[in-house]
């Protein structure tokens, strides 16, 4: 346990102190251990934190130092304003690469080793609680990368509205390795400049296209039907159909792809790297009620239908990611306002989702964080178990 404590520390080490040398009582890694334990143990807030620090000091001096006592809120929030997110998320990070390395050299399986291009998932989610106006305006709007076999954020960035996220995604790029990765990206981030610096990166990519490039996918639904039309297979579709029950509902999915037609190359060539395009049409039944969704993608990837599938269903992981931030977090309740501290704790709570996930137990994350607060060993074993 020692020596993983001081890994701890040394990841922490990277964060940059902003404070004034000499006028500090509190070390900053002390702050940040305190944080990210008492994130997993249900505090939502700085607030929450201090209380947290409060009831488990003798706990928290175990792993260290808290000879000053536990930071007031103003504290806690003052050091997340001025710490940089990018060395904090760097810090977090390495800690969890930590804990893969001692979970690979604990384990004789090699079965679970991910040989294929993973997944990431780049999405943005709206802080809602964040904002300074009356209007409730100018909430922070945060971009962030998933990846979803492993259930980490490899990174995230922070704009101050939506329509900011196109600008946001080649920073987020800038963070993170998406060597071997494929990238999904909604439509907004249909960006040629995009593509072209995923494929630069040594990425591929798999683009929503919706009417912010009316032309593309015109083409692109007009040769779906086409072939639709005409029989799939002799114009080169391949296709797969899933069937699935989920909340009350029926679903069936079908998903469709082939390499791009010559009669589309003037529109793809502009998208660097692109070699096929995709359709995935989800048809829903509630009762007597149904519901027909159709998309559209372009891909730098082979047409490979299973592969899209699968794509395809998992950029929408992050929605469920979003979902977890918001009712078992409750981000969008939060009220912190600068964009550091705002960030930082967004991040924070991302982390410990993945840190709670890879415990196997059969209970919900909210039923986790819970029982981590309540059960110090159990609080233990997610900060430092392999």
């Known amino acids: 346990m020692a020596s993983q404590i001081d890994v701890f520390h040394e990841c922490f080490d990277q964060v940059s102190d902003p404070r004034v040398a000499g006028r500090t009582i509190h070390p900053l890694n002390s702050i940040l251990f305190l944080v990210v334990a008492a994130v997993i143990a249900g505090a939502d807030g700085p607030d929450e934190i201090e209380s947290f620090g409060g009831e488990k000091l003798d706990w928290l001096s175990k792993f260290a130092d808290f000879e000053a006592g536990i930071p007031s809120h103003d504290t806690i929030t003052r050091v997340l304003s001025l710490i940089k997110p990018a060395e904090f998320q760097n810090a977090l990070l390495q800690w969890h690469s930590h804990l893969c390395e001692l979970a690979h050299a604990s384990s004789d399986c090699d079965s679970k080793n991910h040989t ?196 395809a269903r998992k950029h929408w992981g992050i929605e469920s990611m979003h979902w977890v931030l918001d009712v078992v977090f409750h981000e969008d309740s939060s009220r912190l306002r600068t964009k550091n501290a705002t960030s930082n704790m967004s991040f924070a709570r991302r982390f410990v989702t993945t840190l709670l996930k890879r415990d196997t137990r059969k209970k919900s994350l909210k039923r986790k964080r819970k029982i981590a607060g309540w059960n110090t060993d159990f609080l233990e074993k997610l900060l430092f178990a392999a």
Not at 155 to 161: A, C, H, K, P, R
Request: net charge negative; with cysteine.
């Open 116 to 311: 294929g291009p993973i997944h990431v998932a780049i999405d943005g989610k709206t802080v809602r609680g964040s904002y300074t106006d009356a209007e409730k305006s100018n909430a922070i709007h945060i971009v962030s990368a998933w990846a979803t076999e492993h259930s980490v954020t490899l990174g995230q960035t922070e704009v101050d509205s939506k329509s900011n996220e196109i600008t946001a995604i080649p920073e987020l790029l800038d963070l993170i390795d998406v060597r071997n990765s494929i990238v999904t990206l909604d439509a907004m981030g249909c960006q040629k400049s995009i593509a072209e610096k995923i494929i630069e990166e040594g990425g591929d990519y798999v683009f929503a296209v919706k009417d912010n490039h009316p032309k593309l996918c015109a083409a692109i639904a007009d040769y779906f039907e086409m072939a639709h039309n005409e029989g799939l297979k002799d114009h080169g579709v391949r296709t797969i159909t899933t069937l699935g029950k989920q909340a009350g509902r029926d679903e069936e999915r079908f998903y469709a792809t082939c390499p791009i037609p010559e009669a589309l190359r003037e529109l793809t060539d502009q998208w660097k790297g692109a070699k096929s395009i995709c359709q995935a049409n989800t048809c829903t039944t509630r009762g007597d009620k149904q519901s027909s969704d159709v998309r559209y993608y372009i891909s730098s990837r082979p047409a490979r239908v299973r592969e899209f599938s699968n794509c």
